[in-house]
């Protein structure tokens, strides 16, 4: 999940998120459909043709994707039948932040189920913390054998205390580099990645921007808002080495997170591309009372960039079922020896 509550993006999040809001708003109110299978497929289509954000970069052909779908359209179509047709024409766009709910089903599209999951959480706790580890905040940590600090965050829906976070990079302050896995986190609050990337900056920096439709044409966008992540002042900093590990299911704020991590030159990404999701998810609703959420703004890095497909590493490492099975992890393990010669 992508969420913003009370994201301190500020000005940028607060002109894209009214204006975006503002025009999908009038846009969905100057159109009526029918609601019946044709009609709710069609708002569906008409909602999604106006509204969402990364047509032209996946170079999806909208039209013919909705003149595919439609036509499967057969009379006397039920519900569970038609929410299936609509959830597989959504899937045509590759985008885990698109998704139609009703009242007994959400659809998805989880592009990290295709690919090695690399991470064992059970593995973890077994072979390298040896199931004594500290938590707290949703953070689990401590300093590995090799004296190399180790903090797993999992979901950036945890609320992060300021507090909390002082008393984990103190505890860390000692060791020779700092291991921060977020593998299989799938995202959850902007305000979380601001509040952890202040540990790690010594000063003011631009760390992407922020755009939203404005129009119903597929390349009509409002200019790129930039904003900025201060560093937490008079907090508990760490500025020793530092890898941070992710995989495919490192999705949405989490591969937000990894994209800004990766521009500091203390910071080596390491594991398997992130599961991706940099576009900002608003919702809109169909006759029938099923809702659609969409990606209706796009987040892109400091340099421009869209990470809707995910932020390569600096290191490619798998963990296979061998590794896996003798008890090793290959991605931490290489973490390790990367943080080891550092020194």
């Not at 708003?25 to 009609?39: H, I, L, P, V």
């Not at 089903?105 to 593995?123: A, C, F, Q, T």
């Not at 920096?205 to 904003?227: C, E, L, Q, R, W």
């Amino acid at each position: 999940t992508f969420s913003v509550n009370n994201v301190a993006m500020k000005k940028a999040l607060h002109i894209v998120l009214l204006s975006a809001m503002a025009w999908i708003a009038s846009a969905c109110s100057e159109q009526t459909f029918s609601n019946d299978a044709e009609g709710n497929f069609d708002a569906l289509w008409t909602i999604l043709d106006e509204h969402y954000t990364f047509f032209e970069y996946k170079n999806v052909d909208w039209d013919a994707v909705g003149k595919q779908y439609r036509a499967k359209i057969t009379k006397g179509i039920n519900s569970g039948e038609l929410f299936n047709l609509c959830s597989d024409m959504l899937k045509e766009l590759k985008d885990g932040h698109t998704n139609l709910i009703n009242a007994s089903d959400v659809s998805r599209y989880w592009i990290w189920e295709k690919y090695p999951i690399n991470y064992d959480e059970r593995l973890i706790d077994e072979h390298y913390l040896n199931f004594e580890y500290k938590r707290t905040s949703g953070i689990k940590y401590q300093i590995l054998s090799s004296n190399i600090g180790y903090m797993y965050y999992g979901d950036f829906s945890n609320g992060i205390g300021e507090g909390n976070l002082d008393a984990i990079l103190a505890y860390l302050a000692s060791s020779d580099g700092l291991i921060i896995d977020v593998r299989s986190n799938g995202g959850g609050f902007l305000t979380n990645v601001e509040k952890l990337v202040g540990r790690f900056i010594n000063e003011k920096m631009t760390v992407g921007s922020i755009s939203h439709k404005t129009g119903p044409a597929h390349d009509a966008f409002s200019k790129p808002y930039n904003y900025e992540f201060s560093p937490a002042k008079g907090r508990q900093h760490y500025n020793k080495p530092i890898v941070v590990l992710c995989n495919r299911g490192s999705f949405s704020a989490t591969n937000n997170f990894v994209s800004i991590m990766k521009q500091l030159p203390n910071v080596t990404i390491i594991g398997d591309t992130t599961g991706g999701g940099c576009g900002l998810p608003f919702t809109s609703e169909l006759p029938n009372g099923w809702s659609v959420r969409f990606s209706a703004a796009v987040i892109r890095d400091a340099e421009g960039n869209i990470t809707e497909f995910g932020v390569a590493p600096d290191i490619k490492v798998d963990m296979t079922e061998a590794d896996r099975l003798s008890g090793h992890d290959t991605i931490l393990d290489t973490a390790i020896s990367h943080l080891l010669h550092k020194k």
